[in-house]
């Protein structure tokens, strides 16, 4: 696969959603991206970087061989084989050696027969690498032709070694030790470990990173991609043992400096680690944002204000935006971004186009686009505030949480509500905590007609802004991101009729299928407010 020509939606009036219409922030989808109003769009055709090496190669039985073993072979557990024989083989040699000749009969032969077909399979392993990788590019590292080198010689070694007739040879002592010099020449194997390191560390970051689109080419091999042709996703640039499974952060600055020199800016959205800024010149932003979390309402218009600055200042410069695993947080800013810039309109529309170009159909169909359900929603509150609010803030809403329903409550924990407990959230603070079993500073309140639960809070504060409301239970419920069995987060300048109902997909955690044996389809939670 080469580059690809994405087509962007201008802008459209007339197709905009009403921005004082809550289902926005629900992100129904809008109109084919290729019709409006009965009319054809001219789609505006960009080229983006697929990261793959291009070839005008037909799809023939060369290539659809070499799609079918490319993941057997760049496999981890292959990898590790091939380092577990490099220290039996060498095991092997010390023993083979340690043999007086005197004793070699049978036990001798053996080891040499094993260590043959060891070294007949280290060449195949090379023969396949070369195979799937392509010549040119895996004799580019210098790594890679030490390795052959050593492979090879070892081989011929091992074959003369093997064959030769030692019946009479300890009359000859010379020749003996020469053949006792080419077998501990063998033991150079030992450095084949630091390709065998080298790959071990490739494999390892892909299995990381999944089926998440990656940077391949050039000489590059990083969990990056291009979203548009000026804005790149990717993951944490690494150090230390973390490198080892995700991005090395002298190679992710290698790669901007050699594609985007003197024109890139990085956002670091990590709150709980940063790095050397000068790796990337001083051009780090930071955007602190918890794992499984979203950013404030304020901080998405000072990225946006910043990042508006930076684009606007040079045509060529790009924005490089990274998390942890560069999806979930990464993806809310990148939607928000591209909603900013004109280049969707809604937010599903941005939140499906972030997940097609982050993920790699052709390893899994696994979806590596924004998941978690507030991260999206945040991404719906955006649309609306540079909509309605013209990139601002919208006005303060001061309420009290009165009470939370809690639909289809059987076989959640105790089914009772009973074993939960509430806790409200704002600015990283706890502001509410509330125990069902206790009665403590709430009451419950069965509706078994309705399958529900009402939990009236008691003296709970008066909240604005965002906020976030997890739920914790005693009864051994399946807990997810956060360490809790379900959240959400919410801002309450878009609550409206002081209600907010959220269906089981809009929350934290239920929203995954592998819990919906205890979650139903009808699960979700109804907040009640007042005003204060």
Known sequence: MGNKRVAFRPSSSENCPDPTDMSSVHFNPGLDAKEVNGNKEEEAQVKIDDGKEETDEPDTLYQKVRKKITPFVMSFGFRVFGVVLII???????????????????????????????????????LLRVYVEGFKVYYSSKLNIMDTCIVVVTLVITMIYTFSDFSGVSLIPRVFNFLKALRII???????????????????????SENKRRYQKDGFDLDLTYVTDRVIAMSFPSSGKQSLYRNPIKEVARFLDT??????????????????????????????????????????????????????????????????????????LVCTWLIDSDQFESAQESLDYFGERRTDKSMSSKFQGVETPSQSRYVGYYEVMKTKYNRQLPPDRFLRI???????????????????????????????QCVCAKQEKCALFPDTGNNAVVISLQDCPVISGDIKVM????????????????????????????????SREELDNPHKSKVWDIYKEDFGVTLSFCDP
């Open 186 to 208: 063998i033991l150079f194997r030992v450095f084949r470990l630091a390709s065998q390191k080298k790959e071990l560390e490739k494999v390892t970051r892909r299995m990381v």
């Open 259 to 332: 594609k985007h020199l003197d024109h890139y800016k990085v956002y670091n959205l990590c709150s709980e680690k940063g790095y050397d800024h000068e790796f990337f010149h001083y051009r780090v932003e930071r955007v602190l944002i918890d794992d499984h979390n979203v950013p404030s309402l304020d901080d998405m218009l000072k990225y946006t204000a910043s990042v508006r600055e930076w684009m606007s200042a040079d045509s060529r410069n790009v924005i490089a935006i990274h998390c942890k695993g560069g999806k979930g947080r990464t993806g809310t």
């Open 471 to 502: 739920f914790e239970s005693s009864a051994g419920l399946p807990k997810g991101y956060e360490n809790c069995p379900f959240y959400f987060w919410f801002n309450t300048s878009f609550v409206e009729n002081n209600k907010l109902f959220l």
């Open 402 to 432: 009165k009470s939370v329903r809690i639909h289809s409550i059987a076989g959640v924990g105790k089914g009772s509500g009973i074993d939960l407990t509430v806790k409200i959230i704002v600015r990283r603070e706890l502001v509410f």
């Open 88 to 126: 039996v083989d060498i095991c092997l040699v010390i023993a083979d050696l340690a043999i007086p000749q005197q004793n070699r009969a049978g036990l001798g032969d053996t080891l040499e027969a094993i260590s043959l077909a060891i070294a007949i399979f280290f060449l195949v392993d090379v």
